[in-house]
């Protein structure tokens, strides 16, 4: 674990990966923060993240999600608004430091001097560039440890409830690897290929034993345009790897992937939720099911 300071435009704030106390220089939360304000005391980037502090929470917080559903993280444009709304908060708890550079630089703007930044995947190990791993549900589970002592610091009268309710949530991330692991496991192993629209299930596939054939947008954030050579290439991988399938998320073009499914034969598989709960995944246990689901379904 790996703890630090986050200087935000002048002020001061905590970053929390690991047990440590408020700095005097920066004060703290009150016990009951935002009681009566009817402000939202936690705001978290995501609304997937949103949930999953949630469930840490409990009854004891109102948590508030940054982006809307259906939002992507990659196109985010700040608004005075969401400015606003982290200025009113108490703590706010993202990703990962630059997994979304506009976020950083609104929380740095906006925050106030007692604001508690929680870094939800602080002390997660992973590929340069790669952050999305909460595609994997058991590093949620340092995300909800995280979460409970970013929590606790702003709140320490909560800590018990914090520690209880991430616990029990907790559990229920083991469960939910164990079922998916389950679910993987009806797939034929040399099915088990995933063709994405950009390159966001890395670690999910490396949890699960899937391999990555390719993406459409060979990048992290898929923005750009795919070249017409990097089309080409992905279309000799697929016809290779024989992939059954290309997934891509709620919301995605399309077209590229009709291309693809034009030249090679492969199934077009729509409607996974990837950066944001949806209307097939009111939770992050049931966006995680609902992708699942789908991909068995597609490569079975």
Request: proline fraction near 5%; hydrophobic fraction near 45%; glycine fraction near 10%.
């Amino acid at each position: 674990m790996r703890t630090g300071r986050w200087a935000l435009a002048g002020c001061c704030a905590v970053l929390l990966a690991g047990a440590m106390q408020l700095s005097a220089g920066c004060g703290s939360a009150a016990d009951t923060p935002g009681e009566g304000s009817g402000r939202p005391v936690v705001l978290a980037d995501t609304s997937f993240m949103a949930d999953i502090a949630q469930n840490v929470a409990g009854g004891r917080l109102t948590v508030s999600s940054l982006l809307p559903v259906g939002a992507d993280p990659h196109s985010f444009e700040p608004t005075p608004q969401d400015a606003k709304r982290v200025a009113d908060s108490t703590t706010v708890i993202i990703n990962s430091v630059g997994f979304e550079p506009l976020i950083d630089d609104l929380v740095a703007g906006a925050g106030s001097p007692d604001l508690v930044v929680v870094e939800a995947a602080a002390g997660i190990a992973g590929r340069a560039g790669d952050q999305h791993f909460w595609l994997d549900p058991v590093k949620v589970i340092t995300y909800a440890e995280n979460i409970r002592m970013g929590l606790a610091a702003a709140d320490p009268s909560g800590a018990e409830t914090y520690r209880l309710n991430a616990e029990a949530y907790e559990q229920e991330l083991r469960d939910l690897h164990s079922w998916i692991a389950a679910q993987v496991e009806t797939i034929p192993a040399a099915r088990r290929l995933l063709v994405t629209n950009h390159e966001s299930l890395g670690y999910f596939a490396q949890r699960y034993g899937f391999r990555i054939v390719g993406a459409i947008f060979p990048t992290v954030a898929g923005d750009g345009s795919p070249s017409a050579q990097q089309l080409a290439a992905l279309v000799e991988e697929i016809r290779v790897a024989d992939a059954p399938a290309v997934f891509l998320e709620a919301g995605s073009n399309a077209d590229l992937a009709g291309q693809l499914a034009r030249e090679t034969g492969v199934q077009v598989v729509t409607d996974l939720y990837e950066h944001s709960l949806g209307d097939n995944a009111a939770t992050y246990l049931d966006m995680m099911r609902w992708n699942v689901r789908l991909i068995v379904e597609a490569l079975r």
